[in-house]
């Protein structure tokens, strides 16, 4: 097996989130966004495997366990920055593993009760998503509005402040909607309208 250089950064973010080295963990979290960047702008090798987003996921998913919010902010901003560059450069599968992992940060933030991070994840799911849509990634962008809409409704579930968070959510997919009818996307344009309606 290929040892890649975002496999040999997982072992030492998981250890940082053990200790609580925060600084540490958000140094390589910024190491696997920018190698994401990289892989998915063509300027790494394409033997490289690109694990990036799953790492990222995984140290993100770990860090709100132990209520690290930076970190968790931090992860949420690479997810979508990476997912964005995915879709910039037609990568339908990467930009799908962003949204969902996303989504999984997102309902895991739920439980920690921050509202501004759960935000920041909202946001970066409907920028993945309008990156999408600007390079006629009809199925991709779809997926980041139902992403956007599972997550409202977890949150919904919940019994704290998120729940006031549901106008932004509507304005999110809305947003999506409206870049998708201006690219002519028929299909993410009416998905938008109809999830929509469901608020």
Do not use: W
Not at 17 to 28: D, Y
Not at 75 to 98: F, P
Not at 134 to 139: A, D, Q, S, T, V
């Amino acid at each position: 097996m290929l040892l890649t250089e975002e496999i040999l950064l997982l072992e030492p973010g998981l250890e940082a989130v053990r200790v609580r080295e925060e600084a540490r963990l958000l140094r390589i979290i910024d190491e696997l966004s920018e190698l994401g960047v990289r892989f998915f702008s063509g300027r790494l090798p394409q033997e490289v495997a690109g694990e990036t987003i799953a790492c990222i996921k995984s140290l993100g998913l770990a860090a709100a366990d132990e209520n690290m919010t930076a970190c968790v902010l931090n992860s949420a901003a690479s997810l979508g920055l990476v997912g964005q560059e995915a879709a910039r450069n037609g990568v339908g599968d990467a930009v799908l593993e962003a949204v969902l992992a996303l989504k999984a940060l997102g309902e895991k933030t739920a439980d920690m009760e921050t509202l501004f991070s759960l935000r920041l994840i909202a946001i970066s799911l409907k920028e993945v998503g309008k990156e999408a849509v600007r390079h006629e990634m009809e199925n991709e962008a779809i997926a980041s509005q139902f992403c956007l809409k599972e997550l409202h409704d977890f949150c919904m579930d919940s019994e704290n402040e998120i729940r006031t968070f549901n106008e932004d959510f509507f304005s999110l997919i809305r947003d999506i909607g409206r870049c998708a009818a201006d690219a002519g996307l028929e299909k993410a344009a009416i998905n938008a309208a109809a999830l929509m309606e469901d608020f």
